[in-house]
Structures are given as C-alpha cells and as structure tokens.
C-alpha cells in the first residue's frame, strides 16, 4: 500500500458546476499524476506535478486546471463540468520511498456530470 | 516515446503460463520497456520493466528480444486473479527528472479460463 486515497470515490454533478477531486498521498513522493480513463482509449494523462507548485500540462488537460500547494495533495479542478468530462480519474505518484520507475495508482474516483 | 503495438485481447488456462507479446519497433536505445495491468474497476499496477536483459520478479518475467524490437510478459502460472488488462509501455526510465510521465495504449485483455 502506497498511501494513496482519492476523494470523493463517486461524484455526480450537473453541466456548469465546478468539482475538485482530491488525491491525498503519506509518503512524501515527489511526483503526482491525474489520468482520466475512458472506454477505448485507456488512461490517459491530464496533469502532473513534480513538486509543491510545479506542475505541467499532460495530452488531455483542456478544461482540467490542477494545484500542488503541500507534498501530499495534488488537487483537480473542473471549473465548469461538461458531460465530456464523465470518466474515471486516477492519481498516482512516484518517487518518495519508492523507485522513481514506479508509478502507484490510487482506487479512481467515478464522476458522473448529467 | 516510442508507440507500442499489443493484441487487443488473449485467453489463457488456468495454471498454464500466459505469454503477452508487446512490438515496439521504434524504441530507442534510451528507452525501457514497462509493463502494469489494471484489474477490473481498479487502478494500474506496475508489474516490472527492463532494457535489454531479462528481467523476473515475483510476479512475472520479461523477456526482450535482442535488436529490442518487441518483447514477451510471461506469467509463469496464471490464476483467476491474472485476469486484467496489461499494457506494455516504453518510456526513458527517469531517475528524478521531470519527465516521469506514461503513455498508456489501450493494452491486452488476458482472459484467464477455469
């Protein structure tokens, strides 16, 4: 077990309303990730950071804004949810205690936005 | 980072050894190949990765082909559990850079029969 919780688990909102989902990591990793996974297209990467307040844009970040202001959250921001935005999210992190080679996923956080 | 190329899907019996192929025939000399698998409704996990030598873990062996052009994931005695999607991934192994990114394809569905 890496230390890695997301919150909420499931999330259902309406088109136009802001939602963040929190990943929450205990083992001081340097790096953070948010992915979104879709039926035929795998995961895929929105954010990462690879520090407190460092953080880059990854192929799908349009619509998603992100923010890392201590080690052990790395939060996501839809500003105004749109029923594209319906998916699967994952965080993971890497580095810390563990192999930077090593990417640990988080349980996935299901939004739905109606 | 070089693209992957995997069967969409595969069946195995079970306790018989499964062999996941993965072509990657544009890697790069810098470049690792990676493989994780992700159980149903769960986040992905890293099973093991390599450059050119053969690699075995507690969970699998990954053997790559001399000119580094494909290679094989081999679960010695596959179980139920075994069923999952598993994505072979190449990537410049980090080493506390920046750029700890992965690009995930839509992988191989192992099938793991009774």
């Known amino acids: 077990d890496a230390g890695i919780t997301q919150s909420p688990r499931h999330k259902v909102t309406e088109t136009g309303t802001p939602v963040t989902l929190r990943c929450h990591q205990t083992?001081?990793?340097?790096?953070m990730y948010w992915y979104r996974q879709d039926p035929g297209h795998g995961l895929r990467l929105i954010h990462y950071s690879y520090g407190v307040k460092d953080t880059d844009k990854g192929e799908v970040s349009d619509g998603y804004s992100v923010s890392r202001s201590k080690t052990e959250d790395f939060l996501l921001t839809l500003e105004s949810a749109t029923s594209s935005q319906t998916s699967v999210y994952f965080c993971?992190?890497?580095?810390?205690?563990?192999?930077?080679?090593?990417?640990?996923f988080g349980p996935g956080t299901r939004l739905t936005v109606l | 980072d070089a693209k992957t190329t995997q069967p969409p899907s595969m069946d195995c019996a079970e306790g018989r050894a499964a062999n996941l192929p993965c072509n990657h025939s544009t890697i790069s000399g810098n470049e690792y190949v990676y493989w994780y698998r992700q159980i149903h409704s769960q986040g992905p996990q890293y099973i093991i990765h390599?450059?050119?030598n053969n690699e075995t873990n507690e969970m699998a062996s990954l053997i790559i082909t001399e000119d580094r052009k494909s290679s094989t994931l081999i679960l010695p005695h596959a179980t139920l559990r075994d069923t999952a999607v598993y994505y072979c991934?190449?990537?410049?192994?980090?080493?506390?850079?920046?750029?700890?990114?992965?690009?995930f394809g839509t992988g191989t569905l192992l099938a793991v029969q009774p």
């Open positions: 390599g450059l050119k």
């Open positions: 991934i190449v990537r410049v192994a980090n080493y506390g850079g920046a750029t700890n990114k992965l690009i």
């Open positions: 993971a992190i890497s580095g810390g205690s563990f192999s930077y080679n090593e990417q640990f």
């Open positions: 083992e001081n990793h340097r790096y």
